[in-house]
């Protein structure tokens, strides 16, 4: 059964630290690997990595995928009030002919930084 | 359009009740999905539309659940004789491309209680 595992599952850190979440992943047939944010309500999509090794970066946050190992890490540097929320990490896999893109999400990681 | 909206944003039933939820697409989005989101879990897939049709229901968890895109845009998902394990959000999600070409975008989401 194709499934995605986060951690920790939760975090507490101070503003200023850097933290890295974890996300490790058994799939059949894997397409994508995919990180949201989540805050109150929506998931908001931080990054989608399909190749191993190559390292994608927005601001504060940046990700990389290893697929030899079946993993994955989103970075988030210099933390602020405002970086509190879950974050989602899903994968995509292949479903025979037929790709759906349905997502097979892990359980979160809620990040929670304070003051 | 701007985003994904979902309808209501809050819905209490009471058990064995009829219930409808709503979600519009971001205007020329062909593919739309729908997750369920226990609390503390991540979203389980539930359905798939590519169009009208239902590409992949394999996430429906049983019979009273049944979803519908009849022109292909908006989609309404409906839940028959409600139970209180069927409390959760229920977040829709498109793509402007089908079958996973694209990056998912999330509503809201439609929180459930059911009594």
């Known amino acids: 059964e194709d499934k995605v595992v986060q951690s920790p599952l939760s975090l507490v850190v101070h503003e200023g630290d850097t933290v890295t979440l974890n996300c490790s992943y058994e799939?059949?047939?894997?397409?994508?690997l995919l990180w949201y944010k989540q805050e109150k309500k929506a998931p908001t999509f931080l990054f989608m990595l399909?190749?191993?090794?190559i390292e994608k970066k927005s601001g504060r946050l940046s990700s990389i995928l290893d697929k030899k190992e079946l993993f994955s890490i989103l970075n988030i540097t210099a933390t602020q009030t405002g970086d509190s929320a879950v974050y989602l990490c899903?994968?995509?896999?292949?479903?025979?002919?037929?790709?759906?893109?349905?997502?097979?999400f892990g359980q979160g990681t809620t990040l929670q930084v304070k003051p | 359009g701007a985003g994904v909206s979902q309808t209501p944003s809050n819905k209490v039933t009471e058990k064995g009740k009829y219930v409808e939820l709503r979600c519009d697409p971001i205007?020329?989005?062909?593919?739309l999905y729908w997750y369920r989101q226990s609390l503390g879990q991540g979203p389980e897939f539930l359905i798939y539309?590519?169009?009208?049709?239902?590409?992949?229901d394999s996430g429906l968890p049983n019979d009273r659940f049944f979803a519908v895109r009849p022109e292909g845009s908006v989609s309404t998902l409906k839940i028959q004789r409600t139970e209180r394990g069927d409390s959760a959000v229920y977040l829709c999600?498109?793509?402007?491309?089908?079958?996973?070409?694209?990056?998912?975008?999330f509503g809201p989401g439609t929180r459930l209680t059911v009594l």
């Open positions: 899903a994968v995509e896999a292949f479903n025979g002919s037929s790709n759906t893109g349905k997502l097979i």
């Open positions: 799939v059949t047939n894997f397409r994508s």
């Open positions: 399909t190749s191993s090794g």
């Open positions: 205007s020329g989005h062909t593919a």
């Open positions: 999600a498109s793509s402007r491309l089908a079958g996973g070409e694209d990056t998912q975008y």
């Open positions: 539309f590519q169009g009208t049709g239902a590409a992949d």
